[in-house]
């Protein structure tokens, strides 16, 4: 994204993305693999950042937005710093993941996935995460709990706003 | 160098998930810190199977297996087992806990019942060093078909073996590449579905992380057979774990000259590249997939033609899934009789089931084909937890059906599935028991086809929505009469009229519960009753004042105060108030409160 600074300074992730799609450019079927990369740099997919490898691809803008909502690991939202992924599984829902999401939209504030006011945790309902083993699973941030019951859940939300 | 012990660590998802990292590096730490890391080694691999006894640490030559170690378990292991030789009997996996024997792994009774061929190096080899995979007999069978035979004789040799797509469908595989391999085309391809999107199924994953190796030289071995260079494996993002190893394994492969130009100094030439999945469950059809790795919305397209014919980028392609593959290898070395010995009649061979719910060994098993579905539950699976009562079981997903009780000794095989109303699908196998209703099963499958249905049809994308909103009224207490014929109807069309697999398949998990427990369709539609007590607005907490000694203990604990009374004598539940949360039923001591 550009910065309205009006100095001649660059942003570097746009630099970073610009070298991705360098990499990519002549490779086929390229757009997927450059929306993930980006998606690692801005960890979400904002309108410009699109535009930009629309342009940069040299595909329509929309095909790329079309691309971008069409599956689910992409988004056009901020995510929060926190982010919480529960496993909603047929492994895990039998053993209950339900309730777990359940009290997690109440913990939260939450009617259903996304992020809350505060942008500290958002919530997202996810498909096997393969740890069936550890039913019911959630991820946050990457770090896996497993074995769950619903009076898990506030303390380990707690953890996080503590670290505030 | 010669090493006197073998410590393998589990590195599949599963076990990282509960710190297998940290144990591997305790592990190193500390036979340093008892200078007898050059007389022991570490070896991390891939899944062992038995997720739900994680973290598994196997040490050899005695073959010692321990279960649910943790980082602190460590320096006992090194001390005693490693320094002392003697093993840690308290962290021994035993089938009972009065069991204090060692057993080898083979012996226990998880793995004793197992025929392992897809998943053969799972959990003995490092899947990061491409030497021990070839010391497993590794690129053999590649080297065996590059420099022994013509790719008519490799189709004939998977043909006679009979070895059908484990996917899903079941295709005979030998079949599919004899197609791909008839027509002339100036470029082929080779692909690889490692979407494995069936929630709860996770061998393919298990097979890429475990012995990555072998759909490689496998997807070399096709390639050879139809006449093609060029390989692609599509595998979910959600899997970071398989990913950094495929992507391991083809440098290792391409710096070995097993995958390249002029492969074995023949003039056969093979690359294989990764595409990465974004979430999207209909992209495991094979038509949305190739679009999928084209770079497009994964939208199935109307076959034919076929891809092999027309298949990725308008060429001819093949596609099979990663335990197909996993199989080729070895049947290439120990022949097609060997492999259509296994199984029964018209299944040959074995298959992976990921058995999960509510079953107490849950994990990885492969077994041949014909084996019953009680020998996995209660012989391998061991059971039910909490002595429950099995009620049935889920196979193929969102797109199979369930197995009930009295089916529970039908040989597992693909026809006897489909007979009895479901089908293999990818191998999941979710176990229900008693507390499971079957109407609110049915209903998850179809949210999770409702979310994923790519919307390009409409009897997918406006035909399950509406099935739905109708078991979303049944278990909601607003069912009528009619709704069950009105599912009926609806699955019939758009079995019949849905574009791809995920709409034709999508309504079977209802039709299948409708076979086998419509009463307890009927009881919630015409006693507004859910009969395992699952589906809140039909059911309610109630306070039998026999039992209740009146400690308020419930009412303390109720989060909308809806449960008041008077110390010492009788609460009750104002159910206008109660939101179904069941705290106050966990809660009572006195075993008072119930759900009816």
Known sequence: MSCSCGST??????????????????????????????????????????????????????????????????SIYPKGKYNIQLCLGTACYVKGAGQIYDRLKQELGLDKDGTTKDGLFSLESCRCIGACGLAPVMMINGEVYGRLVPDDIPGILQKYRDAE | MFYRSHVLVCGGTGCTASQS????????????????????????????????????VVVYPEGATYSRVTPDDVKEIVSEHLVKGRIVKRLLLGEKEAEDVSKALEDVGFFKRQHRIALRNCGVINPENIEEYIAREGYLALGKVLTEMSPAQVIDIIKKSGLRGRGGGGFPTGLKWEFASKPQADQKYVCCNADEGDPGAFMDRSILEGDPHSVIEAMAIAGYAIGADKGFIYVRAEYPIAVTRLNIALKQAKEYGLLGRNIFGTDFSFDIEIRLGAGAFVCGEETALMTSVEGKRGEPRPRPPFPANKGLWQKPTILNNVETYANIPAIILNGPEWFSGIGTEKSKGTKVFAIGGKINN??????????TLREVIYDIGGGIPNEKKFKAAQTGGPSGGCIPAD???????????????????????????EDNCMVDIAKFFLDFTVDESCGKCPPCRIGTKRMYEILEKITEGRGEDGDIE?????AKNIKASALCGLGQTAPNPILSTLRYFRDEYEAHIYEKRC???????????????????????????????AISGELRKPY????????????CMETCKFGAISKV
């Open chain 1, 9 to 74: 300074c660059v942003d570097p992730k746009a630099q970073e993305l610009q070298k991705v799609i360098e990499k990519y450019k002549n490779t086929k079927g390229a757009v997927i693999p450059v929306l993930h990369e980006a998606q690692e740099i801005y960890g979400y997919l904002p309108l410009q950042v699109q535009k930009t490898i629309a342009e940069g691809l040299d595909v329509s803008l929309a095909e790329i937005y079309g691309i971008v909502t069409f599956y689910t690991q992409f």
């Open chain 2, 21 to 56: 990292n940290e144990i591997i590096k305790q592990f190193e730490k500390l036979l340093e810190d008892n200078n007898i890391e050059n007389e022991v080694k570490v070896v991390k691999t891939g899944c062992f199977g038995l997720c739900e006894k994680g973290p598994i």
């Open chain 2, 362 to 371: 849950t994990g990885l098993v492969e077994i041949p084909m014909g084996t």
């Open chain 2, 407 to 433: 089916k529970i000794d039908t040989p597992i095989d693909y026809d006897n599935l489909t007979e009895l109303g479901s089908m293999m699908g990818s191998g999941g196998l979710i176990v229900m028991d």
């Open chain 2, 486 to 490: 009105k599912l009926e109807l609806l």
């Open chain 2, 531 to 561: 009969p395992a007590g699952v589906c809140k607005a039909l059911l309610r907490y109630v306070i039998d004042e026999d039992k209740c000694k009146g400690c308020s203990l419930c009412a303390r604990k109720c989060p909308v105060n």
């Open chain 2, 572 to 583: 009750h539940i104002d159910q206008s108030i109660c939101i179904k949360c069941g705290a």
